[in-house]
């Protein structure tokens, strides 16, 4: 079996063969593709964190009363509404945004509020800050020619700007332009299934987004593709390494970083073939800031230096190992694991006709698996019947594609303990399961605003 690193200056200008079939497909950066208008498209991430980082320039945060906060109506303007802030010298504007987070604040509807005059959605806004019971608020107000309020949260609420994020990525990546091993990504040609990772980047291609909400990037490794083993008719099954992170500084969302090895890019932002794919996320409360400097910036740091050697031996430990000789051996594999009668032989079937021959190894009961995954319409019927997980991502897990924390692999787990127990002891797999859900509900219910 042929499974290598390929030599980082071989010349891949013209592109490379790649087989989609395989593997996940991921809509995350195509949703945010068709969603963004041309003004949160950049062309660099110097463009990008210049953008974000005068934003925070211009913006300073703090926490008041509420009770000293006053609402103020123009009998001339009834679609204005605007803030007197303690200390404040001139009415800051709320925006959509934070006139939301300020009726939510005080248990109002905003979408109620919003259908009302001015002067009238300013008394009951007014009523509400008075007696809210909460006493304190934290603000974001940017001056942009004039003084909007972009954010109002709870006082314990732990602000992780844009620009540290973009700054975080720009240290690995430079300019995301190709100047350094991450770039934004190419694309991939239907007609002939060669993705091409030399592509101009404009409005269109681009991969770096920013909002007045959030800011979202995806950049690639794909200069450098990776072999692990060879497809059906003896060409090299490439991968390259890739990431997308993602923040919000007022509290549109959390803080998210995603690493994965992928096959394609397609035009509208589609990844294909995607393998190992990990994700950690943290939500903005009091000590958000020092979970992304101690936790978040070295992960994607030490996903972007790390070797893909962990990887390939994953490929190649998947591949070696037989599990199932016989049909009896087949169809036990796939039913301990919680698998119907159905599934089963679904699975079965798919690897006979995609790879003409019977499932073997875990590799190959992967690839059934994530085929399965993939013609089921939707995302609730990807769920297996042992745990509760995403089929392809019950794949992954059988044949550990999920890096290394100790050699700095990817953002997850290691993978001996995550293949090898799903393995050989699913009942014990099934209830870490089960007690890592719990102790993100936990998580989820802890933190701010």
Known sequence: MNIQLLDPHREFSNGYKVDVSRGERIGRVSSEWFSRPADERFLSLGELARAVRGRADRSRTRVVETAQIHVEADRGNPERLSLILPGAEAPVAPTHWSFGQLASQVGAPASYLRQLPAAIAGINLQYGLTSHRAEQIKTLETDDGRVELRAVTGPDYGRIFDHELVEAVQRIAGNGTGDTRWKV?????WSTGVYNPRVDITRDT??????????????????????????????PDL???GFYCWNSEVGAKTLGIASFYLRAVCQNRNLWGVENFEEITIRHS???????????????????????????NGVKAARERIVAKTDEDRNEFLRRRGFSKAETSKIID????????????????????????????????RLD????????RA???LYGLRGSHASGASLGRCPQ?????????PESAHRDRVERHGQARCIRRRGGV
Request: aromatic letters at 10%.
């Open 385 to 392: 019947l042992c745990g509760g997980r995403d089929d392809s």
């Open 185 to 189: 990504p190419g694309v991939l040609d």
């Open 206 to 235: 681009t991969t770096l987004y920013a909002s007045d909400r959030d800011v979202f990037l995806f950049l690639v490794d794909d200069l450098n593709p990776i072999e692990a083993g060879r497809l059906r008719d003896g060409s």
């Open 350 to 381: 798919t690897v006979l006709t995609e790879e003409g021959r019977p499932p073997e190894s875990i590799f190959d009961f992967v690839q059934g698996i994530t085929a399965i995954a993939r013609d089921k319409p939707h995302q609730d019927a």
């Open 239 to 241: 991968y390259f390494r």
């Open 417 to 425: 303990r995550v293949s090898e127990r799903a393995l050989a002891y």
């Open 286 to 312: 009091k000590y958000a800031a020092s979970r992304f400097a101690h936790e978040a910036a070295p992960a994607l740091l030490n996903f972007a230096n790390s070797s893909p050697t962990p990887f390939v």
């Open 395 to 397: 794949a992954h897990g």
